[in-house]
DNA sequence: TCGTTTTCTGTAATCGATTACATAAAGTCG
DNA sequence: CGACTTTATGTAATCGATTACAGAAAACGA
């Protein structure tokens, strides 16, 4: 150990053979004998010898990391999501690089792949302009991208995401089981896919239970977040005639709405019932503990990181865009009571 | 654009120079004339050329990216920190590397380093073992690391966390200013740096304020969790004499806490006031909202990457390990109440 | 004007692996 | 046994940048 970290070259002075062997042994041990490759392995050993990723990525046009791109790096709801696609990458001596898409507007995705930082990416955010998009399909890179969780409808990249309608169709019924026939929504941002999924669903369970749709008690929240619930339920304790229960877009969107009408006056689940959307951590500690739809996210990580690595390493012969979803389950808990 | 990334021969071709001097003209203006370096970049521009990130590293033996390793991808906590190194890190064009420990026991934290897949760590756990500190301490990269929130008091590199001890002696001497004088800790992890700081404050404070300490009052929650607190909310329940007052080493703890004690019963505040630690984003939107000392974890994400920065890049003249302590302040809210 | 310094640019070595190609040795088969 | 295939290894080119060194041109000073 004089400091200075051993080259392959070292290896191979060591274990009197050439680079070329070295690095077969190592990274292709079929190719040699098994005296050479034991050999070889004792010198490694012997040096600490470590490969020098930018050497050989230089030289295999690779980079050995993958990228996540988040909309929100300091949102808690995509931690299980990036521990699920960590868990993945680890076993297969990957790099995880994280970045959120408040950096990238601007400067181009596709640099990523362009200067070789990424050799894919993972892309959690429904939101990516589109222009930025029809770029990456359209460049040789195309096949290196999967959506998780949200998407973009337009664009046929694969994507794992939960079952969004389901998972709104299982709130509505749950609340239609316990009596409630006047039931009311806060759907989330806008123009966001799961907004949409999830109001489509909310209306088809509607309608699969003839329940009749009163427009006054669909709320547009706005957002996914706990000021969107606050707000919506200033709108709701404005209303005449009120829904006996409320289906909502997301949990903290439940919270914010629990909190802000409890302030108000109104019990949860004495005068509404409230669900959830999501099962974040706390939910179950909220009190009232929130019935809610579970998603299991640490799985859609670990199925977006497998398949894009399968993808890359051009194991998939489907080249049909695929769209795995994943099933979500209704918690019932204490935000939620019979009419 | 024949689909084939351009390199720095091909832009050398289009303004006439050597590819000496494109590479000038892009990493160090100042060497080349103001006429080249504008023939250059517009040739740079015309070829949509991108640097090798693998050809640049390996010539400069770096690698552009940093590594953040938390104990635990999944828990929300450090969603907020991970977005403060961002935001820092984008601005610098390097990448952020992110991963969890429990992949690390075995294979060699040293080896990021040796294999150069980083430049420098940031260092989220304060339980990383030992001998891997060592290791690290008396290799050549040993100032290429730093702390953040958590740290190891036996070892010295630099780190930046909050004001621990100054929060927990905040947040009794807020339930004394509110009369209570029988005030509980539930700390979290047995060994974990902040569960000792925490408690010391708690200790510290009371003794300042001539309360008697009564051991009985301190439960070892043994996590920061939910389920913590919800067990410590047992053993509370069991006692004879009870606080009431708890002051809880997390925020999550507290909730855990309350959620348990209201279920059997009790009042929050009315029965017994908390206080949490963190202030993380739903403590606000709880019920009863948390009264709890808020860290700024986004500035210790920032303080912690830049002073990273520095230190690889200027190497920091003053070589004392620093210590940067982040204050923090309570936030009085409804989970609080005079006696 | 001529020598000296400064500024700018080019040539080619270098970073540290992988791998195409060549070749020697060993194994196979009629 | 000789022709042919397979296995094992080495030599050297290659990936695409940066930069040490050298030389030409321009600026400077006396």
Redesign the interface.
């Known amino acids: 150990m004089n400091?200075k970290?051993p080259k392959i070259q070292d290896v191979a002075k060591v274990a009197g053979v050439s680079t070329a062997t070295v690095s077969r042994a190592l990274s292709n041990p079929d190719l040699v004998s098994d005296k050479t490759r034991t050999t070889v392995l004792d010198a490694v050993a012997k040096t600490?010898y470590?490969?020098?990723?930018?050497?050989k990525?230089?030289r295999k046009?690779q980079?050995?990391?993958i990228l996540a791109l988040l909309p929100?790096?300091?949102?808690?709801?995509?931690?299980?999501i990036?521990?699920g696609i960590?868990s993945v990458f680890?076993t297969s001596d990957l790099?995880?690089?994280?970045?959120?898409t408040k950096?990238i507007r601007e400067d181009n995705l596709l640099?990523y792949f362009?200067?070789?930082?990424a050799d894919g990416m993972i892309l959690l955010d429904g939101a990516i302009p589109r222009n930025i998009l029809s770029q990456l399909q359209s460049s040789?890179f195309g096949n290196r991208i999967i959506f998780a969780c949200e998407w973009k409808p337009e664009f046929d990249f694969p994507s794992v995401r939960s079952d969004n309608f389901g998972g709104a169709v299982q709130a509505i019924e749950h609340l239609y089981g316990l009596g409630h026939r006047k039931i009311g929504h806060i759907s989330g941002p806008r123009n966001n896919v799961l907004t949409k999924e999830r109001l489509r669903g909310v209306e088809a369970a509607m309608a699969d239970l003839d329940l009749p749709i009163n427009r006054e008690f669909f709320i547009d929240g706005g957002a996914f977040s706990?000021d969107a619930?606050?707000q919506a339920a200033r709108s709701f304790m404005e209303m005449s005639d009120r829904p006996t229960a409320i289906a909502c877009g997301s949990d903290?969107i439940a919270?914010?709405f629990?909190?802000e009408i409890?302030r108000r006056g109104l019990k949860v689940p004495d005068d509404i019932s409230v669900v959830g959307f999501d099962d974040?951590?706390?939910a179950?500690?909220?009190?009232p503990?929130l019935t809610t739809i579970r998603q299991n996210r640490?799985q859609i990580g670990v199925l977006a990181a497998s398949y894009l690595l399968d993808q890359i390493a051009n194991r998939i012969t489907d080249n049909a865009a695929q769209v795995q979803e994943v099933g979500v389950k209704l918690i019932a808990r204490q935000s939620t009571a019979a009419l």
């Open positions: 400091g970290s600490g470590r490969v020098n990723r930018a050497a990525n230089l046009r980079s050995d990391a929100d790096l300091g949102n808690p709801f995509f931690s299980q990036l521990s960590e680890t790099s995880l690089l994280v970045s959120d950096g640099d362009m200067d070789m930082r040789s706990l619930g606050a903290l919270m914010g629990i909190s409890s974040i951590e706390i179950g500690s909220y009190i503990s640490t």
